[in-house]
């Protein structure tokens, strides 16, 4: 773990008596199934008004730490605090304080945009006059105030999104909590689902906590972001200071046409290399202190080599270097061995 979680969301030390009160404390917490640990002895803080990330793969323990922190699975040991209530102690008064999306989308399809969010507002005793104001409100701050009336089966899948997190507001909350929020949407619909997320937050005084696995998210939307890896918290700290944790200052990806074997080898000699991840297909990620210098390295070896360039591109360190740096392997490895285990054959065909 990195910084210290007292800090303030954009990397400094807070000043004496400014210090924003917790929001959510999270002290130890251990959930296990049997002989499987699911979260594994997890502390952090988040500020009230910060927006928290939780990043990592899917199974790595995001969706049971937001399920223990909204009440909905009892942790096996540890103490996690909302608005400064118990989990364990007082669920009711935290489950009045808090809003929840989950991962999959549970809007009634039958029923319309409005009516919807009106009998979500009913379940939490919002009173009348002040359900019209709110629904009238959440439409507009999600731009669906001219689907109100429609039907929600007939709503697209970005469309429903924000659906959702209009009826996780609906009762004021003071802490919101998104889990996976953008899964499943095309590029457009999650920049407008990042974008609404932003317009929400400048209306409303509220915390948000959100988990995904999408690094440009996390690097977009959250101040500071916690790296969640097999149930464990292996880096916490602002996305700059932990592409800054990580060494090199650039990643140049690079495809070859037939390298040989050690390729990778000779990719390590180059001056100011601190890292060389081989992708597959001749593809090659080489993170460097000096992208300019590292590349025209990488240009003159692969002619005096023969091998042919494909194509190269040099950018600054990213999240997703960082997630290689704290766990040794790429975020999006792990996702797409994930969807290959879970996606259904069809008849006839072996795996």
Known sequence: MMADLDTKPNGGASAPGLERPYAIEVDHIVKKYGDFTAVDDVSFNVRDGEIFGLLGPNGAGKSTLIRMMTTLIPLTSGIARIAGHDVAKDPDAVRRTIGVIPQALTSDLDLTVEENLNIYAKLYDVPAKERKRSIDELLG??????????????????????LEIARGLVHHPKIFFLDEPTTGLDPVSRVAVWE????????????????????????RLCERIAI???????ALDTPMALKASVPGSNVIEAQFENPPDDWEQRLHTLDDVTSV???????????????????????GMAVEAGVAVKSLSVQNTTLDDVFVHYTGRQLRDELQKAYAFTMPQRPGLQP
């Open 141 to 162: 701050l999600v731009d669906l105030t001219k689907w109100r009336d429609a039907q929600t089966k007939t709503l697209s899948g970005g469309m429903r999104r924000r």
């Open 196 to 219: 609404m997320l932003g317009n929400i937050m400048s209306q409303r005084q509220l915390t948000i906590l959100i988990t995904t696995h999408y690094m440009d998210e996390a690097d």
């Open 228 to 234: 969640v890896d097999h149930g464990k918290l292996v």
């Open 277 to 299: 991840q081989h992708e597959g297909a001749g593809m090659y990620r080489v993170l460097t202190g000096s992208g300019s210098r590292t590349t025209t390295e990488l240009v």
